[in-house]
């Protein structure tokens, strides 16, 4: 069965700090990966996707995201983090279900606190 | 501003009751996806629409069904309520040129908290 695994489920960092946070999912077949932010109090948002091609996606307000295949791994990182930062975010991964539908797998996902 | 919307935003009921959770999908969408996410989880797919027929479920009881309307948008009923059935409930549209395909991002709406005492 497919499976989406989020490490760090708390996050206290100061500004400035760099962010990585660890995604892994476990489906031998082709997958779109995909990380979401919820904002307190707002909707799940599209931070930034991974479909194919350069495996290093660049998202919105400076995240990015690396896709290694051979370690299932889709890392979200952000070289310096600010307060406004502060959310929850969650990894999630795409795959054909069968009956053809799109199987959308979350991770728990990681709430991240910045510290002014 | 998100295009889909979600109704109501809260909503209280007790145990064995059924509930209507309503959809609005973003414009040019014709995929919906219900997911239930529980306080600290993260989101469980519940099923999928795909122009007006379910065409995915996850692990839900048949308690728990859906329709697609001719316009996308969707409804997300739910009979004989338990309290574990206490969650935000999430509306996603996306646009798929064909059935299964995974490379059209989904689009969340704000959901509807489901309290049951």
């Known amino acids: 069965a497919q499976s989406v695994s989020q490490h760090n489920h708390h996050v206290i960092l100061s500004e400035a700090a760099s962010l990585e946070l660890g995604c892994n999912y476990s489906y031998g077949g082709t997958v779109n990966l995909f990380w979401y932010v919820q904002y307190p109090g707002q909707h799940l948002q599209l931070l930034l996707k991974y479909f194919s091609g350069d495996p290093l996606v660049k998202g919105i307000k400076g995240f990015e995201a690396e896709f290694i295949k051979s370690k299932f791994s889709f890392n979200l990182r952000k070289p310096s983090v600010q307060w406004s930062d502060t959310a929850e975010y969650f990894c999630a991964v795409m795959s054909p279900g069968s009956g053809g539908y799109q199987k959308v797998t979350f991770g728990i996902g990681t709430k991240l606190q910045v510290i002014p | ?117």
């Not at chain 2, 646009?95 to 908290?113: E, K, L």
């Open chain 2, 1 to 117: 501003e998100t295009g889909v919307t979600q109704s109501p935003t809260h909503l209280i009921k007790t145990r064995g009751q059924q509930v209507t959770l309503r959809c609005s999908s973003q414009s040019g969408h014709n995929t919906v996806s219900w997911y239930q996410q529980a306080l600290g989880q993260g989101p469980q797919f519940i099923f999928q629409y795909y122009r007006e027929e379910e065409n995915g479920r996850g692990n839900f009881p048949p308690r728990f069904s859906g329709l697609q309307f001719p316009n996308y948008s969707s409804e997300l009923n739910v009979n004989a309520l338990e309290l574990d059935d206490s969650a935000l409930y999430l509306c996603a549209s996306s646009f798929s040129p064909w059935t299964g395909a995974i490379n059209q991002p989904q689009h969340f709406g704000d959901g509807t908290r489901l309290s049951i005492l």
